[in-house]
């Protein structure tokens, strides 16, 4: 049983940085390819970055780069999601989601079994 909890949202102005967090627990095998996503309201769920947490080879949206990083601590068996610079178009609801091993579709949903519950971002002008 894999399970995915996640923290750190909340409500913040614009340029400013958040750091998401992704615990894990449950057998590792099972969960050793970890995904951010994200979804707004009305909007479909949309990949944002994704992580093989053994190896650590990391692929984020290209539209994303330039301010989302996804990183993991292993000991902690955690893995983050930096966001820096945030714009109103990122409130979101944010998910973590896990496989495994890696696929190649890496940002489409249902290639992953495991979801949290996710944790709400919020931005304001």
């Known amino acids: 049983q894999v399970q995915l909890v996640e923290s750190g949202g909340g409500s913040v102005q614009t340029g400013g940085s958040l750091r998401l967090s992704c615990a894990a627990s449950?057998?590792?095998?099972?969960?050793?390819?970890v995904a951010w996503f994200r979804q707004a309201p009305g909007k479909e769920r949309e990949g944002i970055a994704n992580?093989?947490?053994?190896?650590?080879?990391?692929n984020i949206a290209d539209s994303l780069k330039d301010r989302f990083s996804i990183s993991r601590d292993n000991a902690e068996n955690t893995v983050y999601l930096d966001i820096h610079n945030l714009k109103v178009e990122d409130t979101a609801m944010y998910y973590c989601?896990?496989?495994?091993?890696?696929?190649?579709?890496?940002?489409?949903?249902?290639?992953?079994?495991?979801w949290g519950q996710g944790t709400q971002v919020t931005v304001s002008s």
């Open positions: 992580i093989d947490i053994i190896g650590g080879h990391t």
């Open positions: 989601a896990a496989r495994r091993g890696g696929t190649a579709y890496p940002f489409a949903h249902y290639e992953y079994p495991h």
């Open positions: 449950g057998y590792t095998y099972n969960r050793n390819f």
